[in-house]
Structures are given as structure tokens and as C-alpha cells.
């Protein structure tokens, strides 16, 4: 059973990230068991952040690491905030961000649009790394289309959960039960596509 450790430090993404891979057999460990540094999030895209995750926690940890990027692209805001959504306030001039805060602001950002032009998307890239240095990491990359609302359906969820309108579902992301969004979330797609590529890998 290969053992995997989780760059993340984060407990909704930890459950997210993990149930998928206990369930394909891989025995799961936390990042938080051996250090608590963080990685400086300075990449030009999903995948860099990712991959400089991943290979900080092999680097700390000796062992294979899968880390993800994630972030909401808005179409009326030129796909922001992007790379930049969990610190989407910062950006603005207006301090510290929080997850509350930056729903606050992408709201107030697209306030008087119609529906029809506040579209979204929820991109995650996951990054897997059998060791450090490994050159051929393993990427999967998943999207989630939805709308943005013009105000929290909830008061919990995973940064802007409670303003994504998922149409499909005809719920808010942060209305989706646990156990639908890891069928269906862009988190979802990107571990099942990686999960998918290290299987191929090991059974070579």
C-alpha cells in the first residue's frame, strides 16, 4: 500500500483530498504530523502552486506528497480572482483577507449584474510527486461551472461556497452534501484523474 502525505493543512480540504484516495487503497498522511511551515504561494498558475507544495512536503517528509490549487475564475472579473481567491481582498488594498471577507468583496465586486453575467468556474489542479525531485509529477486539473449569487445561501462551505450557484444541483456548493461533491466537484476531477494516472504508473 503506497503511502501519500497531504500538502495541506487545511481540515475541509484534508477530508475532501483524502477520502478518495483511502478508498482507491493508499494509506493517507497528514502534513501537519511532521511540520508546520508553509510554502509561499508565489506561482503564476494553479499548477506551479501546486507543484511547489507537493514537492516541499516530499522534500520535509521523504515521502511521495499530493497537493492541490484551487481558486473561483469569474468571467465578468477577467477570470479574477483566480490564483489570487483566497487572498482576494488582500489584493484590493483592504488588508488581511478572509474567506468571509473575500465573498464579501467578489459580491460588492459584480453588484447590478444579472445572473446571466455572473458565471464562474471553480478550478483545481492536484499535483502528485512520488519524491522530491521527480520530473514527471502527475497533474489532474477539474472544473465546476456555476453562478455567482448576490448573497450567502450559508454561513459555512470552503471559501465561496456560499455564493457558487451550481446550477445542476440547484443547491449552493456549500448546500452539496459531502458525499455528492466528491463525485462531482472540481476537487473531484482532478483526484480521480490523478488517482487514475497513479495506478497506471504502479502497475507499469
Known amino acids: 500500500m503506497t503511502t501519500i502525505v497531504l500538502a495541506t493543512a487545511n481540515p475541509d480540504k484534508v477530508e475532501e483530498l483524502s477520502t478518495p484516495l483511502r478508498l482507491n487503497g493508499f494509506n493517507i498522511k497528514l502534513q501537519t504530523d511532521f511540520f508546520t511551515e508553509q510554502v509561499v504561494e508565489d506561482g503564476l498558475s494553479f499548477i506551479e502552486n501546486a507543484l511547489k507544495k507537493a514537492r516541499f512536503a516530499s522534500a520535509k517528509t521523504g515521502l511521495p506528497a499530493i497537493a492541490d490549487d484551487s481558486g473561483l475564475q469569474v468571467d465578468a472579473l477577467n477570470g479574477r480572482p483566480g490564483i ?36 464562474a468556474n471553480y478550478i483545481c489542479v492536484v499535483v502528485y510527486v512520488a519524491h522530491e525531485n521527480d520530473e514527471t509529477p502527475l497533474i489532474g486539473i477539474g472544473a465546476w461551472h456555476g453562478d455567482i449569487l448576490t448573497e ?3 454561513q459555512y462551505g470552503i471559501g465561496y ?29 482532478a483526484m480521480e484523474s490523478v488517482i487514475k494516472q497513479i495506478k497506471q504508473r504502479e502497475a507499469k
Do not use: Y
Not at 488588508?95 to 446571466?116: F, I
Open 84 to 119: 489570487f481567491s483566497a487572498r482576494f481582498a488582500e489584493t484590493l488594498g483592504l488588508g488581511e483577507s478572509s474567506e468571509e471577507e473575500n465573498t464579501r468583496q467578489l459580491v460588492k465586486a459584480l453588484e447590478g449584474l444579472p445572473l446571466r453575467n455572473r458565471k
Open 152 to 154: 450567502p445561501r450559508t
Open 161 to 189: 461556497d456560499p455564493v457558487m450557484w451550481i446550477p445542476s444541483e440547484l443547491k449552493a456548493a456549500s448546500e452539496v452534501p459531502l458525499e455528492r461533491k466528491l463525485k462531482i466537484s472540481h476537487r473531484a476531477q
